[in-house]
């Protein structure tokens, strides 16, 4: 990918990410500090409870700690999310093998959405609250990945494992079923 | 709430919504999104569900920049180890093919020696050239020199003593003059080795009566 093809903000993030391998710590703040609140936005999204910092902490780990194997195909972002998301599934995996509730299949029909209780207030709000919560949870993801982040499909595609096509035909079906039940 | 029948703009409104297209691009949805009533309405819906579901759980950056490892180039991968390991493969394989060969060329040289032996003195019985073949006497220095020159490159060392002396004995005996000739012919009768054969009795029949038999 030539810096023609890139966006400021990732040049922005190459940029530093040559800056932190030649030995300057302060790069590495400047790219936890962009990235962090969308990570954390992202996991809390996609389900995570209170361990949302903790999540957080551990992708920038793994992602500084394999740095030299993020090959700029997608943005350092759409990598972070990746990373963040296997994470979560780990850690829903681990929860389940305890014996602890938990959502883990992809296309359960998810009935609660604790993390956003505090945020949601006025009827509109908890009436999009209740919609979204209604999506199946790879719609929900979709969905959320691409209105709240702005991901392009190639890019929700890498982020979930799953194909550009799928990934529009999730958009779309999460789109729909929002407005059925608002028009309920 | 209906679906605008325009899928391309419908696609591109939450790029719109998070100020992601080009700005080319942006006024053509811009525009159409400012006469479709469709399209406004759901950019209207997109932007609630982003008020709703949007929450920034609060981070502690200094904690996450805290953990972050240090950078660690990747360790140049040596070939050095596998370039050596294959050099002493192959040359195991060579060697290992060259004794191969050699043991291979050594089994048709032995056999000639013993069917051309066989032949050429005249008298001897064909059954005793085989027990002969190892206790030849040692040949004269000219045959053996002889025997080196019809068998240029043959590793002398290898071959035992008496097989050396039996491809002189076979493959130079004409080469030997009168009295070297009579020296050899006067070792092989004096070698401890051949049985001491009666001629007259060899040459009585087996099919006439024995002495003394009625």
């Known amino acids: 990918m030539t810096d023609v093809a890139l966006g400021a903000d990732e040049r922005t993030d190459h940029d530093l990410i040559a800056r932190w391998k030649a030995g300057e710590e302060r790069a590495a703040t400047l790219l936890v500090e962009r990235h962090a609140g969308a990570v954390a936005r992202f996991v809390a999204s996609v389900g995570a409870r209170g361990d949302v910092q903790d999540l957080v902490q551990d992708t920038f780990v793994r992602a500084f700690g394999s740095i030299d194997s993020f090959r700029g195909d997608s943005s350092l972002r759409t990598w972070l999310f990746t990373i963040a998301r296997r994470l979560l599934l780990d850690l829903r995996r681990s929860e389940r093998r305890k014996g602890e509730h938990v959502d883990v299949q992809e296309n359960d029909a998810v009935t609660e959405y604790d993390s956003l209780d505090a945020v949601v207030a006025e009827e509109t709000r908890t009436r999009m609250h209740a919609a979204v919560a209604r999506l199946s949870r790879t719609q929900r993801e979709v969905f959320l990945l691409r209105v709240n982040e702005g991901l392009s499909y190639r890019e929700i595609a890498e982020t979930a494992g799953t194909t550009e096509g799928a990934a529009r035909v999730h958009y779309h079906n999460a789109m729909r079923a929002i407005k059925e039940f608002l028009d309920e | ?214």
Do not use: F
Not at chain 2, 29 to 48: Q, R
Not at chain 2, 76 to 82: D, H, L
Not at chain 2, 167 to 195: C, F, Q, S, V, W
């Open chain 2, 1 to 214: 709430m209906n679906d605008c029948l325009n899928a391309d703009v419908r696609d591109l409104l939450p790029d719109l919504l998070n100020d992601r297209l080009p700005a080319a691009e942006r006024q053509l949805v811009e525009s159409h999104v400012a006469h479709c009533a469709d399209c406004g309405a759901e950019l209207m819906l997109l932007k609630d569900v982003r008020a709703a579901t949007t929450r920034t759980p609060r981070v502690d950056v200094a904690t996450i920049v805290a953990a972050v490892p240090a950078y660690r180039a990747p360790a140049r991968r040596s070939w050095v180890g596998w370039r050596v390991a294959a050099a002493i493969t192959v040359v195991a394989a060579g060697a290992s093919s060259l004794l191969v060969a050699r043991a291979g060329t050594r089994v048709p040289e032995r056999a000639p020696v013993i069917a051309t032996i066989a032949a050429p003195v005249p008298g001897t019985p064909a059954a005793r050239v085989p027990v002969a073949t190892r206790d030849l006497p040692p040949a004269t220095p000219r045959a053996t020199d002889s025997v080196r020159e019809a068998a240029p490159g043959a590793r002398q060392d290898a071959v035992p003593v008496s097989e050396r002396e039996l491809a002189m004995a076979g493959g130079a005996l004409n080469d030997l003059n009168d009295r070297e000739l009579a020296t050899l012919l006067k070792d092989i009768e004096t070698m401890d080795a051949l049985p001491s054969v009666d001629v007259e009795s060899a040459n009585v029949s087996p099919l006439s009566p024995k002495r003394g038999t009625p």
